[in-house]
């Protein structure tokens, strides 16, 4: 009986520590005021949903409100990273589908493409390439880092064959779009820092080695290996893994901007939607923001416009997602006129863009992972 008494007394104790947590917790909400913006994790955060009498019988209040709820909880940081910790030493190798890999890399799970989706976009391009046969069209699809860097993979971790669908997409475009092969330049250096750590995309260096291999295929003909040179221009940056997934937030790794060793490389970037322009291909004000990278073109938009000093006539259109962003500094002393769409903002046609700026050549280039969940790239191509 004593027993039982002392197990009620502690049962007792337990229940109303834990109704008090949950009253100081609940007041702590009230006088917390709500954030519109995690810059840790640099997204925005969801507010309180309105409250409508068909919300609430469909359950779609209460769904937005548990969200809302888990964006705005009082110190949520501090139970996050607590979370984190204790997952980390209790084994987990994964966190918010993010790999928690060796030496401090963090990497994009490899995603698998819906191949009825994947079929459209490949139909697309082909049609497109066959109504533009005086257009020089290629393909550039830079694998993810855990497809190239399998050595630091957390132990036991298993991913989907990239290369083999690469292989897929190449065998059904055939020989109307020409294939640029990034993977075998970057798996000759796979063991250099052609990955950021805390971020998915390829460094600068990543883009270099790969502008080398294809430079020739796309009828550059100089010598481009020894035609940059580089300098760091931020050593703090923490990319978007990091803040997705709540781990290695202290680890600080430097970016790379390349520029033309010998050659003049003045340029006008016109932002068209924006009506905004520059005469850099660098937006330094975003060294100061949570996405470092974002310092290439700035955020990503629908159409960009890129004119310099090259004696080419040639004129690039650039079919893209955010990883040719780093890319371009080695195509501007070889185009006299560059214009990046992505189809992900775009919501006009390709056929205004070729009509609008006499495009001589198209190179579409993609993370592998951003193709293959693609479904912007169709419309934009076919113009439904």
């Given at each position: 009986?004593?027993?039982?008494?002392?197990?009620?007394?502690?049962?007792?104790?337990?229940?109303?520590?834990?109704?008090?947590?949950?009253?100081?917790?609940?007041?702590?909400?009230?006088?917390?005021?709500?954030?519109?913006?995690?810059?840790?994790?640099?997204?925005?955060?969801?507010?309180?949903?309105?409250?409508?009498?068909?919300?609430?019988?469909?359950g779609d209040f209460m769904t937005k409100y548990?969200?809302?709820?888990?964006d705005q909880f009082a110190g949520r940081n501090?139970?996050?990273?607590?979370?984190?910790?204790?997952?980390?030493?209790?084994?987990?190798?994964?966190?918010?589908?993010?790999?928690?890999?060796?030496?401090?890399?963090?990497?994009?799970?490899?995603?698998?493409?819906?191949?009825?989706?994947?079929?459209?976009?490949?139909?697309?391009?082909?049609?497109?390439?066959?109504?533009?046969?005086?257009?020089?069209?290629?393909?550039?699809?830079?694998?993810?880092?855990?497809?190239?860097?399998?050595?630091?993979?957390?132990?036991?971790?298993?991913?989907?064959?990239?290369?083999?669908?690469?292989?897929?997409?190449?065998?059904?475009?055939?020989?109307?779009?020409?294939?640029?092969?990034?993977?075998?330049?970057?798996?000759?250096?796979?063991?250099?820092?052609?990955?950021?750590?805390?971020?998915?995309?390829?460094?600068?260096?990543?883009?270099?080695?790969?502008?080398?291999?294809?430079?020739?295929?796309?009828?550059?003909?100089?010598?481009?290996?020894?035609?940059?040179?580089?300098?760091?221009?931020?050593?703090?940056?923490?990319?978007?893994?990091?803040?997705?997934?709540?781990?290695?937030?202290?680890?600080?790794?430097?970016?790379?901007?390349?520029?033309?060793?010998?050659?003049?490389?003045?340029?006008?970037?016109?932002?068209?939607?924006?009506?905004?322009?520059?005469?850099?291909?660098?937006?330094?004000?975003?060294?100061?923001?949570?996405?470092?990278?974002?310092?290439?073109?700035?955020?990503?938009?629908?159409?960009?416009?890129?004119?310099?000093?090259?004696?080419?006539?040639?004129?690039?259109?650039?079919?893209?997602?955010?990883?040719?962003?780093?890319?371009?500094?080695?195509?501007?002393?070889?185009?006299?006129?560059?214009?990046?769409?992505?189809?992900?903002?775009?919501?006009?046609?390709?056929?205004?863009?070729?009509?609008?700026?006499?495009i001589s050549d198209v190179l579409f280039l993609?993370?592998?992972?951003?193709?293959?969940?693609?479904?912007?790239?169709?419309?934009?191509?076919?113009?439904?």
């Amino acid at each position: 009986m004593r027993n039982h008494r002392r197990l009620r007394r502690i049962e007792g104790t337990v229940g109303k520590v834990f109704v008090m947590c949950m009253i100081v917790f609940f007041l702590l909400n009230l006088m917390v005021s709500d954030k519109e913006m995690s810059e840790e994790e640099n997204r925005m955060l969801a507010g309180m949903p309105r409250l409508s009498w068909s919300s609430l019988v469909s359950g779609d209040f209460m769904t937005k409100y548990e969200t809302y709820l888990a964006d705005q909880f009082a110190g949520r940081n501090f139970w996050r990273s607590i979370k984190v910790g204790l997952s980390g030493l209790g084994g987990s190798r994964q966190e918010q589908n993010i790999l928690i890999g060796k030496d401090d890399y963090l990497m994009e799970e490899i995603v698998s493409p819906d191949q009825e989706t994947l079929m459209e976009n490949l139909e697309a391009i082909r049609q497109f390439a066959n109504q533009s046969r005086d257009v020089q069209m290629y393909m550039l699809l830079v694998p993810n880092a855990a497809n190239i860097m399998r050595d630091r993979l957390p132990a036991f971790a298993t991913v989907s064959d990239q290369s083999r669908m690469f292989a897929q997409v190449k065998r059904e475009l055939g020989e109307e779009v020409e294939w640029l092969d990034a993977a075998e330049a970057l798996k000759k250096h796979a063991g250099e820092k052609i990955y950021y750590k805390t971020d998915h995309h390829w460094t600068s260096l990543g883009a270099f080695y790969t502008f080398s291999q294809v430079a020739e295929q796309m009828k550059i003909k100089t010598d481009v290996s020894s035609g940059f040179v580089s300098y760091p221009i931020s050593t703090t940056f923490n990319g978007m893994l990091a803040a997705k997934s709540g781990c290695r937030m202290d680890v600080r790794e430097d970016i790379y901007m390349y520029v033309p060793r010998d050659t003049d490389n003045d340029v006008v970037v016109n932002y068209v939607d924006e009506q905004r322009k520059t005469t850099s291909l660098y937006d330094s004000s975003k060294l100061k923001t949570r996405d470092q990278y974002a310092v290439f073109l700035g955020e990503n938009t629908s159409v960009v416009d890129i004119k310099t000093v090259a004696e080419s006539t040639r004129r690039l259109l650039l079919i893209k997602d955010s990883y040719a962003n780093s890319f371009v500094p080695f195509l501007t002393p070889y185009f006299r006129e560059i214009v990046l769409v992505d189809p992900r903002y775009y919501s006009g046609t390709i056929e205004d863009i070729m009509d609008t700026y006499r495009i001589s050549d198209v190179l579409f280039l993609y993370s592998g992972n951003t193709f293959f969940q693609d479904n912007n790239l169709k419309g934009v191509l076919s113009g439904e």
